[in-house]
């Protein structure tokens, strides 16, 4: 198979991946966006990236998050990370990754992200990124499987691929970025009609209070004799 047709091939499969990923997302008013799969090479340091998007500005108050650590789906999870009100994003003791994690996001631009360093076999697993931002009541979650290599394999000409590629993400992002914000004006004008509602209501119930209590106070005329 010549290398021409591989890099078509690759970017095909970019295009069928890119529209599945928006098919199964739904874009929910919380959306976690996170790599399915990192590569890692043994001893390096690498960015494990975890970002949300919401309707809501984050709220030191309200907000919680939390990095958790599991070897397999089966396993419990190991809690490494998660955020303080007065500290911001703080790391956990923990027997396996002792000092080697530490928070490299930015909590004004929803960036969640870590990064991993003197990366070991023993780390390979799965990594679940936990997002809760009041007032909204899904509570978003990433799963990132890491993969912990010996070497890497031998770089190839993917230049096609690559443009492909950043094409479609750069257009699928903007379709999700389109797609967020009209689900977060329907539901901001969802609660507005909701409030006209029960604006009229109570005014209904008002006008009503006022007729029978007028009613209390007419006194009947007396009959002609």
Known sequence: MSSRTQERRSGVQLVSAALLLLSLSGVSSMDVLIPNNINALNGTTIKI???FTSCYKMDVSRFAMNWTYQETL??????????????????????????RVMFAGNLDKNDLSITLSNVQIEDEGIYNCYVRNPPDRIQ?????????????????DSTIAVAIGASVGGALALLILSMVVVKCLRRHRKQELISEEKTEEEGKLEAEGVAEEGTKHVHPLPEDL
Not at 82 to 91: D, E, I, Y
């Open 140 to 156: 978003g979650h990433g799963v990132i499987q890491l993969i912990v290599v010996t070497e890497l394999p031998p770089p190839r």
């Open 74 to 99: 089966n396993d419990t999870e190991d809690m490494f990370m998660t955020f303080n009100k007065k500290r911001g994003m703080v790391p956990l003791l923990s027997d396996r990754f002792g000092d």
């Open 49 to 51: 990236p975890c970002t």
